[in-house]
T-cell receptor
């Protein structure tokens, strides 16, 4: 089982719709979760972090965390063509050495059509 | 402006040559990281440094070397021992190892032929 899993997509939504991106993780002890947006040919940009169960909203973005089910999701309301990108889920894993490693999923490609 | 810079943006090398990728940050962050990204794969950790003059191997350190002589700088050398060096290389930093939000530089795309 991969440490962080995402559907590669593409997820296609019309402009103005809600895009829902999902991520599951394997380490039940993980406490910190992140969503990065990566445009084609560019580096990842941190857009959301979430540490507690429930929802966290920032503008059109809402991150949802359910530790019991080991999944984290990202909702994008009123999707715009400029939201078309690959969204990377990242999870902190606690290594035996004490190092807190950030592990990335392979990303979900989102396409928002006008 | 505070941020992370990587240079060059594109780099072309012949097989068998060592090449050094630059990463500089003026965010006053203690921790710095190097990742490699290949198509269809997640980011993979090459090396990380939590403090000046100290660094540790990540998951795919073979064929790479780093140094951390200054807080602001964390250069990565891709040696001829790296079997598949062509990739997108990303440098990141965080306030400290216990502060998990990592911020990325613009990346260097290395092509070795």
């Amino acid at each position: 089982q991969k440490e962080v899993e995402q559907n590669s997509g593409p997820l296609s939504v019309p402009e103005g719709a809600i895009a829902s991106l999902n991520c599951t993780y394997s380490d039940r002890g993980s406490q910190s979760f992140f969503w990065y947006r990566q445009y084609s040919g560019k580096s990842p940009e941190l857009i959301m972090s979430i540490y507690s169960n429930g929802d966290k909203e920032d503008g059109r973005f809402t991150a949802q965390l359910n530790k019991a089910s080991q999944y984290v999701s990202l909702l994008i309301r009123d999707s715009q063509p400029s939201d078309s990108a690959t969204y990377l889920c990242a999870v902190i894993l606690n290594m035996n050495t004490g190092f807190q490693k950030l592990v990335f999923g392979t990303g979900t490609r989102l396409l928002v059509s006008p | 402006d505070g941020g992370i810079t990587q240079s060059p943006k594109y780099l072309f090398r012949k097989e068998g040559q060592n090449v050094t990728l630059s990463c500089e940050q003026n965010l006053n962050h203690d921790a710095m990281y190097w990742y490699r990204q290949d198509p269809g794969q997640g980011l993979r950790l090459i090396y990380y440094s939590q403090i000046v003059n100290d660094f540790q191997k990540g998951d795919i350190a073979e064929g790479y070397s780093v140094s951390r002589e200054k807080k602001e700088s964390f250069p990565l050398t891709v040696t001829s021992a790296q079997k598949n060096p062509t990739a997108f290389y990303l440098c990141a930093s965080s306030i400290g190892q216990d502060y998990y939000e990592q911020y990325f530089g613009p990346g260097t795309r290395l092509t070795v032929t």
